[in-house]
């Protein structure tokens, strides 16, 4: 009986505590609840992008070869970009020349785009998308058509103004006429709109058709000049079913290196690319965007780095991409003015900057702007102190005195006390909701290495946030670091990607 009142009368007193303090409870669950909401609702804007990205890449083709001039991935560190530059484009005759020799391909195209105007009785569309494409275009990508068709076989082989249009410029140039039939000036030359494109709307990937012009590039070739460095051709190769990406890439760089001409000891001057290079590119992003999607409106972010040095741009970026606003940026920098923190600037999401130098080495930054017109506020804080401050916000240090910035208008309403016969100010510690960290390398575990200048306020700033979120060059395996030369033990961090 006396362990039942107990529990009966610790109720009451809970309820009491309750009731009392209703609203204070109300408002603390509202709270909670706006916070936990804004976190589900930005991770669940990022999931239906994702969706849609990975439904555009699919859309290209994964058993789908791009020989090009340029790799989507620079992965080769031995060479060099100008090698790259001196890379020839790909030609309409290499093209032929894989139809013929490839026995592992189902179709192979050739694809050439440019932007140009396009004009229809005194009416204008400007930049529209002009690709030229060989006959088999329709059978190594997949043209969803609205109305009309695709091109014959004796319109691709004789070049003819014949063209398949986007409904951005159909509905611009010709309202609601039926397009079907009627005519477009492209390049200055009478062109007959033979079908439309359905309407996509905007692609992730800048791959809508809504504002193209799709030309046989026999007829394209006439304007363009298809042996310029910078073109920007590709022959497009669908393999046959049952074959793998490997198995033709194998046999496409052998005939392009025999097209070419190239001795074996020479390295190929032609990229071979491939849609999951994209996908793995969109991997690394939306993982970064994933980890940053608990930054919302009106948080603070430490920021670590000294000035570019040591700076998590791409976690950066990845919170202008969330669209969050209202934030406060703690750093040793406010921005150089051509930085990241300087984008976030001019799209106005941050609203405080708490740091030792708010400008540019090069005179006015977008930073003196926005300050000069109030719409961002300034806390400056002596560097050392600075630094300071954020490691007592880690250590769980109530404030310390420190003479520096004593007698100046940085200690104004400040307390302050002589000490030793000399004037003192004391500062408060500084942390913040999400600290935004760059390392060198990781282990699953989090403890992190950093290189150089990059050991400036990352390290103090890992245990001043209530979330740590760090982007590193390396994850390695436990036991590939060297303990000595740990820095930030894991027990600070929250979060990691390899970036």
Known sequence: MLYLRLIIEAFAFAMRAIFANKIRTFLSLLGITIGIFSVISVLTVFDSI???????????????????????????????????????ETSLQEMEEVQKRSTLSDAVAYYVGTERSVKQAGSTFDGASIVGVSHEYDKVETVNLGQGRYFSLAESQSGSPVAIVGVKITDELLGNVDPIGRELLVFGRKVQVIGTFKKTGDNTIGKSNDDWVLLPVNFARNYLDLNSDNIGSSIMVRGKKNVS?????????????????????????????????????????????????????????????FGTSGRPTELLAAVL???????????????????????????RRIRKVICSFPRGLHGKTIFDELYASG??????????????????????????????????????????????????????????DV????????????????????????????????????QVSKIVELGALDPEHIVTPGVFVDRMVEV
């Open 245 to 305: 990406n490997d198995a033709l890439r194998d046999e496409l760089t052998g005939i392009m290196r025999s097209v070419r001409k190239q001795k074996p000891t020479v390295k190929d001057n032609f990229a071979i690319n491939e849609t999951s290079i994209i996908t793995q590119g969109f991997d690394q992003v939306f993982g970064v965007i994933a980890l940053v999607g608990w930054v919302i409106g009106g948080f603070s972010l430490l920021v670590g780095g």
């Open 50 to 88: 994702e969706v849609k990205l990975r439904q555009n890449i699919e859309e290209l083709g994964s058993n789908v070869l791009f020989i090009q001039k340029w790799p989507w991935s620079m992965g080769d560190a031995n060479y060099a970009w100008w090698e790259y530059m001196k890379r020839p």
């Open 435 to 470: 600290a935004l960290l760059k390392a060198r390398q990781g282990d699953r575990w989090g403890n992190l290495v950093y290189h150089r200048g990059a050991r400036v306020n990352n390290p103090v700033m890992a245990g001043a946030a209530r979330l740590t979120i760090v």
């Open 321 to 347: 991409e969330l669209g969050v606003k209202d934030l406060t940026i703690v750093a040793n920098n406010a921005t150089t003015g051509t930085d990241i923190i300087a984008e976030l600037m001019r799209a």
């Open 375 to 432: 719409e961002v506020e300034l806390e400056l804080v002596p560097q050392g102190t600075l630094a300071e401050r954020i490691r007592a916000g880690s250590a769980g240090i109530g404030g310390f005195f420190t003479k520096t910035a004593a007698g100046t208008e940085l200690a104004k309403d400040k307390e302050t006390r002589v000490i030793n016969g000399q004037l003192y100010v004391l500062e408060q510690p500084l942390t913040a």
